[in-house]
C-alpha cells in the first residue's frame, strides 16, 4: 500500500481543513486507516483511526468533537474532517495503514502501522 496525504495549509484559528489520504493497493479497503501528527520537537501522536468498513472509529482526547474521520473505498481514500482548528493543532499529519480490518489493541500505537503517507504541514495561526 502506498498513501499519500494532502490538503495541509495555513488557516486561521477556528477556520477548517480537510485533510484526505489516498492510497493505491488492493487491500486498502482491508485495511484500519490512522491519522497521526507531529508537532516541531515533540513526537509523532495519535489523531484518529478509522476501520476498513469505516464503521468503527476511534479518536484522541484533544480533538474529539472537533475532527471528523471517514472513508470511500471506491475511491481508495480517507478523510480527515478537521473544524474550530486551534494553534496546538499545527503539526506535519501523516496518514498510515494497518493491515487489518477492525481497531482493537494498540490502534492508537506507531508501531501498528506498516505503511505511511509522506505528510502534509497544517499550521493554525492565533
Known amino acids: 500500500v502506498q498513501l499519500q496525504a494532502s490538503g495541509g495549509g495555513l488557516v486561521q484559528a477556528g477556520g477548517s481543513l480537510r485533510l484526505s489520504c489516498a492510497a493505491s493497493?488492493?487491500?486498502?479497503?482491508?485495511?484500519?486507516i490512522g491519522w497521526f501528527r507531529q508537532a516541531p520537537g515533540k513526537e509523532r501522536a495519535f489523531v484518529t483511526a478509522i476501520s476498513s468498513s469505516g464503521g468503527g472509529t476511534a479518536y484522541a482526547d484533544s480533538v474529539k468533537g472537533r475532527f471528523t474521520v471517514s472513508r470511500d473505498n471506491a475511491k481508495n481514500t480517507v478523510y480527515l474532517q478537521m473544524n474550530s482548528l486551534k494553534p496546538e493543532d499545527t503539526a506535519v499529519y501523516y496518514c498510515?495503514?494497518?493491515?487489518?480490518?477492525?481497531?482493537?489493541?494498540?490502534?492508537?500505537?506507531?508501531?501498528?502501522?506498516?505503511?505511511w503517507g509522506q505528510g502534509t504541514q497544517v499550521t493554525v495561526s492565533s
Open positions: 493497493g488492493r487491500t486498502f479497503s482491508r485495511s484500519v
Open positions: 498510515a495503514a494497518d493491515m487489518v480490518p477492525f481497531l482493537s489493541g494498540n490502534y492508537y500505537s506507531r508501531s501498528r502501522y506498516e505503511y
